[in-house]
């Protein structure tokens, strides 16, 4: 095997993974987020220092994101809370990829980047399991 097929090889699964993230274009870049989406116009004030940081989904919550709209600062973080097996997390687009994925019953990711990171349930996303996170300086 050539030096060239090698390198077609190494990039094959990272175009993989940039597709999954909301890279549609497929250039490393994350995408950058409609506005509205999962219906969020406005977004729940989560930046006070004591303010609860938690994403609750699934179970007795459906198929629901609680809350489903949040706004936190730059360098906290949100921890999503439920069953990753059910309902695989996947972000959807912003400035930076965040939101990776999870496994077991809790994942949480620390945003350093302002901006608005759209997520959703991969299984149920027809169903509106979406969510946002808008991350003010
Ligand atoms: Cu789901």
């Known amino acids: 095997m050539d030096e060239m097929n090698m390198d077609a090889m190494d990039d094959a699964p990272l175009e993989a993974m940039a597709d999954a993230t909301g890279d549609s274009a ?8 409609p506005s509205s989406y999962a ?5 729940e004030d989560r930046t006070a ?3 609860s940081r ?3 989904f699934g179970g007795a919550l459906g198929m629901n994101f ?4 949040s706004m936190i600062k730059a360098g906290q973080s949100v921890i999503f809370v439920g069953n990753f097996a059910i309902h695989p997390l996947a972000q959807v ?5 965040v939101i990776v994925d999870g496994t077991g019953t809790s994942a949480q990711f620390m945003f350093t980047t302002p ?3 759209n997520y959703k349930c991969v ?3 027809a169903f509106g399991m979406k969510g946002s996170i808008q991350v003010v300086p």
């Open 26 to 33: 497929g250039d490393g870049a994350p995408a950058e987020c």
């Open 39 to 43: 219906g969020c116009t406005t977004y």
């Open 49 to 51: 220092t004591n303010a």
């Open 54 to 56: 938690e994403v609750d």
């Open 66 to 69: 609680v809350p489903k709209c």
């Open 93 to 97: 687009c912003g400035p930076a990829d």
């Open 115 to 117: 901006g608005t990171y």
């Open 123 to 125: 299984v149920h996303e």
